[in-house]
T-cell receptor, first 116, second 112 residues
Framework: GAGVSQSPSNKVTEKGKDVELRCDPI?????LYWYRQSLGQGLEFLIY????????KSGLPSDRFSAERTGGSVSTLTIQRTQQEDSAVYLC??????????????FGSGTRLTVV | GDSVTQMEGPVTLSEEAFLTINCTYT??????LFWYVQYPGEGLQLLLK?????DKGSNKGFEATYRKETTSFHLEKGSVQVSDSAVYFC???????????FGQGTRLTINP
């Protein structure tokens, strides 16, 4: 597609429930990233996929968080047993470059998750 | 680890004022540097970038120069407009790490 598409745009869930957030990157972009933007804070790296390499999961805050990327395209971020502190905007980005040639990331509009 | 420190906001200026938003970084390698902007109700957009020392990124009247000696990438604009009101994020991408490391963001409000 023309841009990075995320769904849903808003999600309200009850504490303890599982949620799945979807990201559709720009066609042909080999790199895909998930970030979290909490209220009043900056962006926190969660996970990074590059081609067929093992993902960099170093930013996932707990084992309740997981992500997969199927067929090198669509990615799903899953949060199990949601907690109120998981409330944030979850941003997905994709990129075609690596290293010094990186051309910057294209971000989706995000999914605003509210855990009540 | 790598980190980015931005000038704390919020910053409020009058239209046509000169803007500087300071950004300094710490990185083990030779990172690429970025400024992203988030307009109200919209997603993050790349504003400008620089990939090596002394490079100047520019876009929409904004400029930032990659200063290796001071590890800085300050954002400047000579004459701001109301439409520049947004949150600005400085970020780096270390060659080895591949991911972006963001500063905490600076909220800019321009009054007419």
């Amino acid at each position: 597609g023309a841009g990075v598409s995320q769904s849903p745009s808003n999600k309200v869930t009850e504490k303890g429930k599982d949620v799945e957030l979807r990201c559709d990157p720009i066609s042909g972009h080999t790199a895909l990233y998930w970030y979290r933007q909490s209220l009043g804070q900056g962006l926190e790296f969660l996970i990074y996929f590059q081609g067929n390499s093992a993902p960099d999961k170093s930013g996932l805050p707990s084992d309740r968080f997981s992500a997969e990327r199927t067929g090198g395209s669509v990615s799903t971020l899953t949060i199990q047993r949601t907690q109120q502190e998981d409330s944030a905007v979850y941003l997905c980005a994709s990129s075609s470059g690596t290293g010094r040639s990186i051309g910057g990331y294209t971000f989706g509009s995000g999914t605003r998750l509210t855990v009540v | 680890g790598d980190s980015v420190t931005q000038m704390e906001g919020p910053v409020t200026l009058s239209e046509e004022a000169f803007l500087t938003i300071n950004c300094t970084y710490t990185a083990t390698g030779y990172p690429s540097l970025f400024w992203y902007v988030q307009y109200p109700g919209e997603g993050l957009q790349l504003l400008l970038k620089a990939t090596k020392a002394d490079d100047k990124g520019s876009n929409k009247g904004f400029e930032a120069t990659y200063r290796k000696e001071t590890t800085s990438f300050h954002l400047e604009k000579g004459s701001v407009q109301v439409s520049d009101s947004a949150v600005y994020f400085c970020a780096l991408s270390d060659r080895g790490a591949q991911k972006l490391v963001f500063g905490q963001g600076t909220r800019l409000t321009i009054n007419p």
